[in-house]
């Protein structure tokens, strides 16, 4: 079993930065990708960035230039670097790891205010 917990969001104005983790413990032998969706509400979970095992990342379109993910893998800890939030990225975010199976965090808001 895996467990991750995710931190660092919080209520921040347009244009603020925030910066989340998510720390993998558990029965862990090796973990593919690591990634963060989220969920507005009234909406779908929708994928915002992805990080391989080899370092090979993906954006969706609405956060390509803005966030930024990254992950250490001696800490089986994946981050997202959130900058120049706008009122639209208001959502939960969740934590996602890959190994055999696929694992999801509790998830943590994000609120961004104009």
């Known amino acids: 079993q895996v467990q991750l917990v995710e931190s660092g969001g919080g209520l921040v104005q347009a244009g603020g930065s925030l910066r ?3 720390a993998a413990s558990g029965s862990i032998s ?8 989220r969920q507005a509400p009234g909406k779908q979970r929708d994928v915002v960035a992805v ?3 080899s370092g090979s990342t ?5 956060v ?3 966030f930024t993910i990254s992950r250490d893998n001696a800490k089986n800890t994946v981050y997202l670097q959130m900058n120049s939030l706008k009122v639209e990225d208001t959502a939960v ?3 996602n790891v890959i190994t055999i199976l696929h694992y999801w965090g509790q998830g943590t ?3 961004v205010s104009s």
Not at 58 to 62: F, I, K, L, T, V
């Open 20 to 22: 989340l983790s998510c």
């Open 30 to 37: 090796w973990i593919n990708a690591m990634g963060w969706y």
């Open 51 to 53: 990080i391989t095992s």
């Open 58 to 62: 993906n954006y969706a379109d609405s």
């Open 64 to 66: 390509k230039g803005r």
């Open 93 to 95: 975010y969740y934590c």
């Open 109 to 111: 808001q994000v609120t």
